[in-house]
Every structure is written in structure tokens, then in C-alpha cells.
Nanobody
């Protein structure tokens, strides 16, 4: 019943911007923490931004000031606005939902989308 579908991934030059969206019709944001993770080649899946039911957000240090996670304009959607993109932001980006206590660790996340690719080039 819970389906997470990401969109918005693209190829962009360094310094550019992208806006990712997660459609999550089966997720009630009041019941779960929702988040964006990313996984670069030969790297583990890491949390990028997390938002809790109260709307409080947590970002990994490398994206603070550049990325913003927020509810989307449509119901049951979650956006990730990415500005000032860097080469190291290149990764598959995943929408996720789960228990807030465990959301920072990929292995403990309950629900995953299939990902959307973001490629940043010089």
C-alpha cells in the first residue's frame, strides 16, 4: 500500500539547481518521518535530509544551506530543492519513510522509493 515514487532527477552543471519530488500517496506524514537519502557509486546510502511529523528538519552537514526539504505543493508529496550543486552531489536520490528514531540509518528505514538519478558535471 505504501508507494514512494521519486522524480526530478537530471543532469546539471555544477552550481545549478534541481528540485526533486517524492510522491507518497500511501504515507501519512503525521505518522512517519520522511527523508531523502542518496547513494553514490561505490558508496553507502546516506541520509541527506529528514523531516518529522512536526515539520522539523535535519540535514547532513555537507548540504546545509544548499538543500531544503519540504512538503510539496501537491498532497502527499515531498520535495527536495537542491541549489549550488556540486560534483560530489552526484548520486541516486531516494525518498524514504519510517520510524523517526531510526531514519538516519539506511538499514533501519522501513519504506523506499526506487530512486532518481542526479548527475552534476563541471
Amino acid at each position: 500500500q505504501v508507494n514512494l515514487v521519486e522524480s526530478g532527477g537530471d543532469s546539471v552543471q555544477a552550481g545549478g539547481s534541481l528540485r526533486l519530488s517524492c510522491s507518497a500517496p500511501g504515507v501519512t506524514f503525521s505518522d512517519y518521518c520522511v527523508a531523502w537519502f542518496r547513494q553514490a557509486p561505490e558508496s553507502g546510502r546516506e541520509a541527506v535530509a529528514i523531516i518529522d511529523p512536526a515539520g522539523r528538519t535535519v540535514y547532513r552537514s555537507s548540504v546545509k544551506g544548499r538543500f531544503t526539504v519540504s512538503p510539496g505543493s501537491a498532497k502527499n508529496t515531498l520535495d527536495l530543492q537542491m541549489n549550488s550543486l556540486k560534483l560530489e552531489d552526484t548520486a541516486m536520490y531516494y525518498c524514504a519513510a519510517g520510524d523517526c528514531v531510526y531514519m538516519s540509518t539506511a538499514a533501519r528505514v522501513r519504506y523506499w522509493g526506487k530512486g532518481t538519478q542526479v548527475t552534476v558535471s563541471s
